[in-house]
């Protein structure tokens, strides 16, 4: 499938008096951003993003893991979070916004795995790698850059959000994760060698705290080469067994909760835009 999206170009219309008298007309034009398309100069690499509900209890769990491992040894533009729920040493106690958004009135049902926000991710997942990967593009009209900085104590993060577009109604969601955390993790599948339970899984990319709002904080001058630039300084949540294993995430998302573009950070890295030249 084939997505549209628009860019603003800029181009020449008129020249009154003089060649220094030129007025700067905008024209959209559109822009593909299939998984297959050719980058476009000026506009930003696309990543897509798996949110995972899972639990080390869930026994079916394992086989979604598993199934996130194999999209990434097949795409570096794949960013996942693991959302631990129930009795769980890593249960994440705010999840209520994001169970009501994606289990409105219900209790959630674990596994559960959504693409980009708003997309479930088919069963069985492991069989459908190319699902998430067709979220993936060349070409997006915004694009993240992280710069991190953690210290014995404390997070000092600026989140740079760059626009080759003209957006609206958008808002910003910031992930702290943590990574290598050894525990038992219940399996029902016949990954990992059918073994149940698996005794010392590593658990990586799990969701310690929300910097924002679970849905998003707005998003100001979010118009054409505009750059927004959201700063982050805090205590390294309690929660944290290890400093040092520490990531982010940010991601932009639509009214519609959908995500347009999203970044993985790791602790004390400093990056540039994924921009087209």
């Not at 628009?6 to 008298?21: G, K, N, P, Q």
């Not at 129930?86 to 106690?93: C, I, K, L, Q, V």
């Not at 294993?245 to 835009?273: D, G, H, K, Y």
Request: aromatic residues 10%; glycine residues 4%.
């Amino acid at each position: 499938m084939k997505n549209y999206h628009y860019i603003v170009v800029l181009f020449l219309s008129l020249t009154v008096l003089s060649c220094s008298d030129a007025v700067v007309v905008y024209s959209p034009i559109a822009v593909d951003d299939s998984v297959d398309a050719d980058p476009i100069s000026g506009l930003f690499k696309k990543q897509v993003l798996i949110e995972d509900y899972t639990g080390t209890w869930c026994g079916n769990c394992a086989r979604v893991a598993y199934a996130i491992e194999k999209t990434k040894e097949q795409s570096d533009r794949v960013v996942s979070v693991a959302i631990h729920n129930g009795n769980d040493p890593y249960n994440f106690e705010d999840i209520g916004p994001l169970q009501n958004l994606i289990s409105p009135n219900s209790e959630l049902a674990l596994p559960q795995s959504r693409l980009n926000r708003t997309t479930t991710w088919t069963f069985p997942e492991v069989n459908n790698v190319q699902q998430v990967l067709n979220l993936t593009s060349n070409n997006c009209g915004l694009g993240l850059a992280l710069d991190s900085e953690v210290s014995a104590s404390n997070i000092n993060l600026n989140v740079n959000v760059k626009f080759a577009q003209n957006y609206s109604n958008l808002r910003l969601v910031v992930y702290v994760l943590e990574n290598h955390l050894i525990y038992r993790q219940t399996n029902y599948s016949n990954f990992y060698g059918g073994v149940n339970p698996i005794p010392a899984f590593e658990h990586n990319h799990v969701l310690r705290a929300s910097l924002t709002n679970l849905l998003g904080d707005a998003l100001q001058n979010t118009n054409y080469n505009q750059t927004v630039t959201t700063n982050f300084s805090i205590p390294i949540p309690s929660n944290v067994s290890n400093a040092e294993n520490i990531s982010f995430v940010a991601f932009v998302v639509e009214e519609n909760n959908n995500v347009l573009n999203v970044r993985a950070a790791e602790t004390n890295e400093n990056q540039t835009f994924q921009e087209n030249p």
